[in-house]
């Protein structure tokens, strides 16, 4: 269940950000790249600013985390690694549109790196919770294996990765029509969402000990 809200996350972020912070992306560097190639080549230099520092802080997240959790040796380490992301949609939502593109998607994309690298594994599947394109394709090899060998574990990867994609896509569709109704205040849900894993996945380790 966690790993599909995290993916529902994902998607309702990078469409946060897609539709209120110039077609800015958070975790799709893919997309950045090209974007940011674009835009050095027309001279946009705001918007190539943006790319450029989102791009930036998204491999800052995976540095930090990956850093941290071989430095503290923590099962506290993952569920606290949600932090960064909430404290930066809270802030966010306060922030106007007028507020330059480069001071708010950074910071989102620096709290994405760190989710989507603490949390890596749904059931023991490796998956990604911040963009599709690996899970659409780790899903339709998962589909061929099991209508051709009848593999069981074939299947049961193949339903996950389809809900983990129906997940994020849910999770893109709610920010887009949510936003227009509360604007910049949209990003505000993934604060209560997140918050409440943390504290669901921190209860869960106490209770465990």
């Not at 966690?2 to 972020?13: H, K, N, S």
């Not at 940011?36 to 520092?53: H, N, P, W, Y």
Request: hydrophobic share 50%; aromatic share 14%.
């Amino acid at each position: 269940m966690i790993g599909l809200t995290l993916a529902f996350c994902g998607g309702y972020i990078d469409a946060y950000t897609y539709v209120l912070r110039e077609h800015s992306l958070v975790a799709g560097q893919t997309g950045n790249i090209v974007f940011l190639a674009v835009d050095i080549a027309s001279k946009g230099l705001t918007i190539t600013e943006t790319r450029f520092f989102t791009f930036i802080f998204f491999i800052l997240g995976i540095f930090v985390i990956s850093f941290l959790a071989k430095k503290l040796d923590s099962p506290y380490v993952k569920p606290l690694s949600l932090l960064p992301c909430i404290l930066a949609c809270l802030l966010i939502g306060f922030l106007p549109v007028s507020t330059p593109d480069y001071l708010v998607v950074p910071p989102l994309a620096f709290g994405i790196g760190i989710q989507t690298t603490s949390f890596s594994k749904i059931e023991g599947i490796p998956y990604n919770n911040s963009f599709s394109t690996g899970n659409i394709k780790k899903g339709m090899i998962a589909w061929n294996g099991f209508f051709f060998s009848h593999s069981l574990a074939d299947k049961h990867a193949a339903k996950l990765y389809l809900a983990i994609t129906l997940a994020f896509a849910l999770g893109a569709l709610c920010s887009a029509e949510l936003e227009k109704l509360w604007g910049i205040h949209t990003i505000w849900a993934i604060t209560v969402i997140l918050s409440a894993v943390m504290l669901r996945y921190l209860y869960l380790l106490r209770h465990e000990k």
